[in-house]
């Protein structure tokens, strides 16, 4: 239903520029838009589409010495574009408020949770500090943090990135702004605190009537929170309109294209569609048959096993004071599963569950407390030395965070000669460059990017240049954790094809690990459900995601984003 309240920031024909060595490139191309009270407009597009930037000139954050803004960014009546610095501080976080995507970053490692919060209120707000912190534990009900008064006295880097999330809403909300702009809030955190943030953010939004600006880069976490939808591609707003108009009648093919790169719940596609094969009309939807994927497992299981971990055990000791005993922790607890030749195996659980703790034990990057790993019949669970580097050539990682894993002063080339190296893959130098430049071209980049450097990529690209070290070595085994969650919906499909089309081709085993079920539910045969340490369900992913038996499993899958 269109609302009928006022509108209390209007943008018309924004463009924005950002001035290099005098040469200026537009980034954002004349867009236009309005929020009106008590309504949520979502900003969907991949990155570099301009969201981000759009936000930041609302909160009047880009560096006015090398960005120029033309067009018009009104708040009430007040001309946005014109304001001094002075005139910006009584307007950000009084009137126009953001909640940031990475609250690690958003919030100052040196000062407590409450402090911080209370800091806002103190500038914009004439009142003493004992009512600012009263004030302070007020927000923290509202939103709905736990044991408030140890969270006020809390360090960030003491709590989970929920409860980061939620002290960054806390003071984004306290006082009482007319517009949130929330910036990618979700994306870092599990199905379960994702939805739980959303449902909060909503909450608030209804309660105290504000207008809130919602971007996000998930198309079904936006139709479940926006009244409006604008849709931007390359700096342009190619869509605009009622959420169920964008969503149920989209116009643009980019828009089409978004609404189905995300992996089916209900299908299970040969490959996923991307932006390009349906641009192009190259793209045919192939599904598999119940009767083909039982066909395929039928041969699958009838092989040994390449991988078994046999009931595995990573513990921590934790201090507990001066003259107290330490405690164990059990990161993971008695785990086992099998890992079959040609199987992609997905592993799903909330932050914290032991996921990324079993990688690494599997890698042999932490030290094994108890049980075994067993490699083609071998038990590797204490390798040292070169049967160790034997191992780790036939069992690769690829890593959640493709710019944390490839080192900044080293080129692309290097960065997949180095590994070729030192396993002594091929002959000499030059078979090993034309190897890698090989590889490129079959992770879909250019033999060009050899001589580039990660920071002059893109996520994507950088992810792909993850996965060609990793597949250099010629490995059996490929653990990816996480190797998608920070991508684009589009970016993610292509990713998924190619890490499919590479299993194919080369004949690798998948240990595929995401806190997003429908990705998991896309790429894996068997799945195994991860909480607290323990494995919680483990069977059929298709059977798993229809059907789960576990009230965990059911939490999670409930926990989905459906979109309209």
């Known amino acids: ?16 520029a950002f001035r290099n060595s005098n040469v200026l490139n537009e980034v954002v191309h004349g867009v236009s838009f309005s929020i009106k009270s008590d309504e949520i407009l979502g900003i969907v597009g991949e990155s570099g589409s301009g969201k981000s930037v759009t936000s930041l000139a609302l909160m009047g954050l880009l560096p006015a010495k090398n960005t120029v803004i033309t067009g018009s960014v009104t708040y009430k009546d007040i001309n946005l574009l014109k304001l001094s610095p002075k005139d910006w501080q009584t307007i950000r976080s009084n009137k126009i408020a953001m909640v940031f995507q990475e609250p690690m970053s958003a919030l100052n490692p040196s000062i407590r949770c409450g402090k911080q919060v209370a800091e806002v209120l103190l500038q914009h707000r004439n ?93 079904n976490v936006v139709s479940e929170v926006a009244d409006k939808v604008l849709v931007m591609y390359q700096g342009n707003a190619v869509e605009y309109g009622t959420t169920e108009q964008v969503f149920k009648n989209p116009q643009n093919d980019y828009t089409k294209a978004l609404l189905l790169s995300k992996p089916s719940d209900t299908e299970r596609l040969v490959e996923l569609p991307t932006i390009h094969s349906l641009r192009n009309q190259t793209f045919k939807s192939r599904i598999v048959s119940p009767q083909a994927r039982a066909s395929r497992h039928r041969e699958l299981y009838t092989k040994e096993p390449i991988l078994e971990i046999k009931k595995l055990v990573k513990a921590y000791s934790v201090p507990q004071g001066l003259f107290k005993k330490e405690t164990i922790f059990k990161a993971v607890n008695e785990v086992s599963f099998s890992v079959y030749p040609g199987e992609t195996v997905g592993l799903v659980g909330e932050s914290g569950c032991g996921k990324s703790t079993l990688a690494k034990a599997i890698m042999q990057l932490e030290p094994v407390s108890e049980g075994s790993i067993w490699y083609k019949g071998k038990d590797v669970t204490n ?88 597949i250099a070595v010629n490995p059996k085994v490929i653990i990816c954790d ?7 919906i589009s970016v993610q499909a292509q990713v998924l094809n190619l890490l499919n089309q590479l299993k194919e081709d080369f004949g690798f ?20 459900v991860m909480n607290k340490g323990k494995l919680e369900e483990i069977g059929d992913a298709d059977e798993i995601y229809t059907n789960p038996r576990k009230e965990y499993t059911q939490q999670l899958i409930g926990a989905i984003p459906k979109g309209i």
């Open 383 to 470: 390798l040292k030395g070169k049967t160790l580097k034997e191992y780790r050539k036939e069992v690769q990682l690829i890593f959640q965070d493709p710019f944390a894993s490839l080192n900044p002063k080293m080129t692309i080339g290097q960065t997949i000669v180095e590994p070729m190296q030192a396993h002594h893959i091929l002959e000499n130098r030059a078979e090993r460059v034309q190897r890698a430049k090989d590889l490129l071209i079959r992770v879909g980049l250019e033999p060009s990017h050899y001589n580039r450097y990660p920071h002059q990529l893109s996520g994507g690209q950088r992810q792909r240049v993850g996965i060609a070290r990793a």
């Open 127 to 219: 009142i003493n500090p004992k009512l600012a912190k009263k004030e302070v534990l007020e927000l923290f009900k509202q939103v709905r943090l736990p044991d408030i008064e140890k969270i006020y006295q809390s360090y960030p880097h003491e709590i989970s990135g929920g409860q980061m999330q939620r002290v960054v809403i806390a003071m984004a909300i306290a006082c009482k702004p007319d517009v949130l702009i929330a910036d990618e809030p979700t994306t870092a955190l599990d199905v379960t605190v994702q939805k739980e943030i959303l449902q909060l953010l909503k909450t608030i939004q209804q309660e105290t009537k504000m207008g809130m600006l919602f971007i996000s880069h998930d198309l």
């Open 1 to 16: 239903m269109e609302s009928t309240n006022e509108i209390i920031v209007k943008v018309e024909d924004l463009r924005i």
């Open 482 to 488: 996480e190797s998608v969650s920070a991508l684009d």
């Open 509 to 528: 085993s998948y240990l595929f690990i995401s806190h997003d079920l429908a990705v998991v539910k896309f790429m894996a045969d068997q799945l195994l």
